[in-house]
């Protein structure tokens, strides 16, 4: 019955009428189009009927008798006076069924199988939960990983950024949040991603267990800049589907810097200058509203908890994109090339990274704990390159020899994965930082 009302749907959202323009200049990237300037508005889809055939469209800007349109490929083919029609956006109705499936920014399937929209479509820019609405951040959650069930706690309804440069170890880093983390979907938005690689981590790095509980929204990196910029919003409006009905939601988003790159290329083509080392002054509105769209829950509603990866060159924080990205998020998590290159995995560069969660995601206890692994790698890190170099002679400094004496069980527990819940994690935490015992901390700090 529920596919005979979301086939019925479906039919129902047929156009059989479209508004008709025609070709009227063709310039750079876009095409000048007449006879749809008081039909048209910003975002709306068209179909330019050339020659080699159709060619699909978005309205990027409106002036005078010309609208303005940016095709999703090289426009070749296309002459003056080419046939163009408006056509209307997919329907975009998420449901159960898109569970354990691989779709487009459309809610096209791309694993080979057949996918109905549901009833009820959304829009894929909503606006975010009035914020006198909203509920506080909720409980922690227990993530498979020890270093984020206790040195850097991810609660329901928290939104973090994972800054990382390539090859450092990131989406295996998604991949493990997605396996581990306690909620009841996981939604990924892979932004650009290369498309060898999306079977990859379908397959290979989130497995069948992941992929059980998954919806992956993809736009892969050949894909034209306004599929790429309504990748991140349509796994947005997944993970609201998923919240409005009562569940708890992982809304996994990889990677805003491409999500950026691609709002920069639509907003060029529509006329705005650069500004933030070529970035536009509408890319921090825009990753501003993308990001408020997660979080909290409001009423009966469920909660999305949000990670969003940012690719820093050389490990710049100060980059436009990451740091318009940390000013309106609740903690970001560094991950160290340094680190991943001596074999460390996650690679978080702890003294980098920072939960907004704290101290009120942990208890006194849990805090001081906290606290003295901080202390220690922070004194390891200033005096790691004096002790490696044989200069630091033991007994000089009491709070180096502490530092010294925990950082070895600290490192491996670090890279720990935990499959006993937040409590375990600590009790190894507590046995990391035991200053008398390298054994024990061994023991404790084994993945």
Same mark, same amino acid.
């Given at each position: 019955?529920d596919?005979l009302?979301?086939?019925?749907?479906?039919?129902?959202?047929?156009?059989?009428?479209?508004? !008709?323009?025609?070709v009227?200049?063709?310039?750079?990237?876009t095409?000048?189009?007449?006879? @749809?300037?008081?039909? !048209?508005?910003?975002?709306?889809?068209?179909?330019?009927?050339g020659? =080699?055939?159709?060619?699909?469209?978005?309205?990027?800007?409106?002036?005078?008798?010309?609208?303005? +349109?940016?095709?999703?490929?090289?426009?070749?083919?296309?002459?003056?006076?080419?046939?163009?029609?408006?056509?209307p #956006?997919?329907?975009? =109705?998420?449901?159960?069924?898109?569970?354990?499936r691989?779709?487009? $920014?459309?809610g096209c399937?791309?694993?080979?199988?057949?996918?109905?929209?549901?009833?009820? $479509? %959304?829009?894929?820019?909503?606006?975010?939960?009035?914020?006198q609405?909203?509920?506080?951040?909720?409980?922690?959650?227990?993530?498979?990983?020890?270093?984020?069930?206790?040195? @850097?706690?991810?609660?329901?309804?928290?939104?973090?950024?994972?800054?990382?440069?390539?090859?450092?170890?990131?989406s295996? +880093?998604?991949?493990?949040?997605?396996?581990?983390?306690?909620?009841?979907?996981?939604?990924?938005?892979?932004?650009?991603?290369?498309?060898?690689e999306?079977?990859?981590?379908?397959?290979?790095?989130l497995?069948?267990?992941?992929?059980?509980?998954?919806?992956?929204?993809?736009?892969?990196?050949?894909? =034209? $800049?306004?599929?790429?910029?309504?990748?991140?919003?349509?796994?947005?409006?997944?993970?609201?589907?998923?919240?409005?009905?009562?569940?708890?939601?992982?809304?996994?988003?990889?990677?805003?810097?491409?999500?950026?790159e691609?709002?920069?290329? @639509?907003?060029?083509? /529509?006329g705005?200058?650069?500004?933030?080392?070529?970035?536009?002054?509408?890319?921090?509105?825009?990753?501003?509203?993308?990001?408020? *769209?997660?979080? $909290?829950?409001a009423g009966? !509603?469920?909660?999305?908890?949000?990670?969003?990866?940012?690719?820093?060159?050389?490990?710049?924080?100060?980059?436009?994109?990451?740091?318009?990205?940390?000013?309106v998020l609740?903690?970001?998590?560094?991950?160290?090339?340094?680190?991943?290159?001596?074999?460390?995995?996650?690679?978080?560069?702890?003294?980098?990274?920072?939960?907004?969660?704290?101290?009120?995601?942990?208890?006194?206890?849990e805090?001081?704990?906290?606290?003295?692994? *901080?202390?220690?790698?922070?004194?390891?890190? %200033? /005096?790691?390159?004096?002790?490696?170099?044989?200069?630091?002679?033991?007994?000089?400094?009491a709070?180096?020899?502490? #530092?010294?004496?925990?950082?070895p069980?600290l490192?491996?527990?670090? =890279?720990?994965?935990?499959h006993?819940?937040?409590?375990?994690?600590? !009790?190894?935490?507590?046995? #990391? @930082?035991?200053?008398?015992g #390298?054994?024990?901390?061994?023991?404790?700090?084994?993945?």
């Amino acid at each position: 019955m529920d596919v005979l009302a979301r086939m019925t749907a479906a039919i129902e959202a047929v156009e059989t009428v479209s508004p !008709a323009g025609r070709v009227a200049d063709i310039g750079g990237a876009t095409i000048g189009v007449a006879g @749809l300037s008081g039909r !048209a508005v910003l975002g709306d889809r068209a179909e330019v009927m050339g020659r =080699a055939g159709g060619i699909l469209a978005e309205v990027v800007a409106l002036g005078g008798d010309l609208i303005r +349109l940016l095709p999703e490929r090289l426009p070749e083919g296309l002459a003056l006076g080419d046939l163009v029609l408006l056509r209307p #956006a997919p329907v975009f =109705a998420p449901h159960d069924g898109w569970i354990g499936r691989v779709i487009d $920014p459309d809610g096209c399937p791309l694993d080979g199988r057949p996918l109905l929209p549901g009833i009820e $479509p %959304r829009s894929v820019r909503a606006p975010p939960p009035a914020p006198q609405d909203r509920r506080s951040l909720g409980a922690r959650l227990e993530t498979g990983l020890a270093v984020f069930n206790t040195l @850097l706690p991810l609660v329901r309804g928290q939104r973090i950024g994972l800054f990382a440069g390539s090859g450092i170890g990131k989406s295996t +880093l998604l991949a493990d949040l997605a396996r581990g983390v306690d909620a009841d979907v996981i939604v990924i938005g892979l932004v650009g991603e290369r498309g060898r690689e999306l079977r990859h981590f379908v397959d290979e790095v989130l497995g069948p267990d992941g992929m059980a509980r998954s919806v992956i929204v993809t736009a892969t990196s050949d894909r =034209a $800049p306004q599929q790429r910029r309504r990748c991140a919003w349509s796994a947005t409006a997944v993970a609201e589907h998923f919240r409005d009905q009562g569940r708890q939601v992982l809304l996994l988003i990889d990677s805003v810097t491409r999500f950026a790159e691609a709002h920069r290329e @639509l907003a060029v083509a /529509a006329g705005e200058g650069s500004a933030l080392r070529g970035f536009p002054p509408s890319t921090a509105p825009a990753i501003a509203a993308l990001c408020e *769209r997660a979080g $909290p829950g409001a009423g009966t !509603a469920g909660d999305i908890t949000a990670v969003y990866s940012v690719l820093v060159a050389g490990s710049d924080m100060d980059e436009p994109v990451a740091d318009m990205l940390r000013g309106v998020l609740d903690g970001h998590v560094v991950l160290d090339r340094t680190i991943a290159e001596r074999g460390r995995f996650p690679a978080v560069d702890l003294l980098r990274s920072v939960s907004r969660a704290l101290p009120d995601a942990a208890s006194a206890p849990e805090n001081a704990m906290i606290a003295e692994a *901080r202390r220690h790698l922070g004194v390891y890190d %200033r /005096a790691a390159l004096m002790v490696r170099a044989g200069l630091y002679q033991p007994g000089s400094d009491a709070a180096i020899d502490a #530092a010294i004496a925990c950082e070895p069980a600290l490192d491996r527990f670090l =890279a720990r994965k935990e499959h006993n819940g937040i409590a375990a994690s600590f !009790a190894a935490l507590r046995q #990391a @930082l035991r200053p008398d015992g #390298a054994t024990g901390a061994q023991g404790a700090g084994g993945a």
